[in-house]
């Protein structure tokens, strides 16, 4: 099971941090990605990250203000988000590959799924 948090309501330029635990599994057996998805968009992806944390992908958009990283001790990966636009607001959805070197960007390329946690960036 995977479970985000961290989401919330925030001004534009303003910085926030997800955080993914994943309880039931090892994390280390997967690789993990965040999604994102508003009312008016299909889900898209924002970035992903190998078992090790030692690959990345990011999404254009995002690029150079996200940044994807893991704690497999604790079970949790992170999705720290810098520099805030109101164009970042959506649900973010933190994803699981049972492929540890896999990157996505698919959806189909993640097996599990959290419930997702708001972003609110206000302009």
């Known amino acids: 099971q995977l479970v985000e948090s961290g989401g919330g309501l925030v001004q534009a330029g303003d910085s926030l941090r997800l955080s993914c635990i994943l309880s039931?599994?090892?994390?280390?057996?997967?690789?993990m990605a965040w999604f994102r998805q508003t009312s008016a968009k299909e889900r898209e992806f924002v970035a992903s990250?190998?078992?090790?944390?030692?690959?990345?992908k990011y999404a254009d958009s995002v690029k150079g203000r996200f940044t994807i990283s893991r704690d497999n001790n604790k079970n949790t990966v992170y999705l720290q988000m810098n520099s805030l636009k109101p164009e970042d607001t959506a649900v973010y959805y933190c994803?699981?590959?049972?492929?540890?070197?896999?990157?996505?960007?698919?959806?189909?390329?993640?097996?599990?799924w959290g419930q997702g946690t708001q972003v609110s960036v206000s302009s």
């Open positions: 039931g599994g090892t994390l280390s057996s997967y690789a």
């Open positions: 990250v190998i078992w090790s944390g030692t690959r990345t």
């Open positions: 994803a699981a590959s049972r492929h540890p070197y896999g990157l996505g960007p698919s959806q189909g390329d993640f097996d599990s």
